[in-house]
């Protein structure tokens, strides 16, 4: 699986599955998720509340994901996952690296092969960069290992420039296996 990281806004990647940064209500907040369903149109607040109406009544518990389509964006679906807000006390960084691996798990699940993340959790929910930048790669990575046939590409899509370069100094970082 290749890995990388680019600056960049993610409602405009050409990939089959984009990560969306969601909050466990599924109904639209600022920041990326703001973004995504900005670009994505109106049927994606609806496939959202559907999901709301049937599966998940109580939302999705943070450190999980569901996939619903992607309106307009050029992707094919949007896997929401819910990180962890720091500001309410959650620092623990499974439930983040959960993010990311649950997000792969659906994604791969529904046939995508590339899949584009922001960084979840590094805005509104308050990790830093740094913390958010070596979780996420440590998580694909892992995922990867475990799952040899499971995507093609994995991109993290940073918004800042100072933000990619957290990511590309965990990205230079020593990585298990033979990627
Ligand atoms: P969270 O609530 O999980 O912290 P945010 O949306 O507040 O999520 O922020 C997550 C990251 O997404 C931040 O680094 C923010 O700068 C970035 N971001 C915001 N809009 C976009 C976009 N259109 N594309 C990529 N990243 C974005």
Redesign the pocket.
Known sequence: MRIEAVA????VQDVDAVVN?A?SSLLG????????HAAAGTGLLAACRELRRTTLPDGLPTGDAVATGAGRLRARWVVHTV?P?ARAGQTDPALLRSCFTRSLDVAAGLGARTVAF??????????S?DAVAEHAVAAVRGWADTHPDGVDLVRF????PR?LGTFERALAGPASGSR
Do not use: E, Q
Not at 29 to 36: P, R
Not at 118 to 127: D, Q
């Open positions: 960049g806004d993610i409602t940064a909050n907040g600022g920041g990326v998720d703001g973004a995504i990180g807000d922001p960084a979840v959790s590094a805005g509104v929910y308050g990790w960069a899509v940073l918004f800042s933000v």
